[in-house]
Each structure stands twice: as C-alpha cells, then as structure tokens.
C-alpha cells in the first residue's frame, strides 16, 4: 500500500484529483502505476448528477460549487477541475487523503 497525504480540496489536480474523483463515483481505485488505464470522469456529466454550479469567475478563471453555498465555492485553472474540486468539496470535505506518488509538486 502506498503512502497517503493529505492535500487541500482547492490544491487538488491532476492524477490525484481523477483518484479522489473515482473513489466517490465508486469506481475501482487505481494504483498510481494504473492511473493511465482510467479515463477521466466527464464534467458534464458530473455537474448534472450533483447540481453543481460552474461559471466563470473575476479574479480566478472558474468557479464552482456543489453544495449550494456561495461561501463554499472552489476555483479551477478550467472548467472540469473547478467541476471535479467542488464534487470532491461536497462529498469529502476541505482535505482529502490520496497516494504520495500522485500528487503533482
């Protein structure tokens, strides 16, 4: 079993962002050395299952939220990872527990 770390729900990306995404959609949890064999969950199709909020944003180029609160909205660099942050902030919280090996420095 590999070394798990904690890292803030809004510094999430990535392969460390696609594991967390799998885990609450219940997929199988890839290996770090598997992860290229998972295709990255559809934002689309995620912003419909959890009612999520996605619009662009003034200082940060995306914002979303998943849990119906404006103070809870999450940025992202695009659209799916300001989609896949706040479905990883609604259902896991502020900090999420992933392998070392897939989070990017």
């Not at 594991?19 to 959609?25: K, L, P, Q, T, Y």
């Amino acid at each position: 079993m590999s070394r798990m770390v904690s890292v803030r729900t809004d510094e999430l990306a990535g392969p460390a962002l696609n594991w967390v995404i799998n885990a609450i959609e219940g997929d199988q949890q890839p290996v770090a050395g598997q992860m290229d064999l998972f295709a990255p969950p559809d934002a689309e199709q995620l912003i419909e299952k959890y009612g999520v909020w996605v619009d662009v944003g003034h200082r940060h180029p995306w914002l979303a939220d998943a849990t119906n609160d404006p103070f809870n909205r999450v940025t992202g660099e695009t659209r799916p990872i300001a989609v896949f942050r706040a479905v990883v902030f609604a259902k896991r919280g502020g900090a999420v527990k992933v392998p070392a090996e897939l989070v990017q420095r």
